[in-house]
């Protein structure tokens, strides 16, 4: 079993500039039906979540100290 990728960068912002922002780390929210729809689900720049097509972004691991200050960070 490997670990759920909980961050991605994004690689393709066009239609979304305002929204994301291409070379940003973004935070993902784990959603077996937009998965199942070629979409990932993640935090934009207004602190919502919202679905995007998967070829947009770059899943990427963290070290866990990482993820737990950026997953802490986001919660404020």
Known sequence: MTKAKR???CLDNRGYSASLEVGKLYRTIPDT???ADGLI???DE???DYAFE???FHP???PLAVER???AA???
Do not use: H, M, P
């Open 33 to 35: 039906e937009a998965d």
């Open 41 to 43: 689900r993640i935090v």
């Open 54 to 56: 998967t070829k947009r």
């Open 46 to 48: 207004s602190g919502k």
């Open 69 to 71: 200050r950026l997953l």
């Open 7 to 9: 961050f991605a960068v």
């Open 74 to 76: 986001s919660q404020c």
């Open 60 to 62: 990427v691991n963290l």
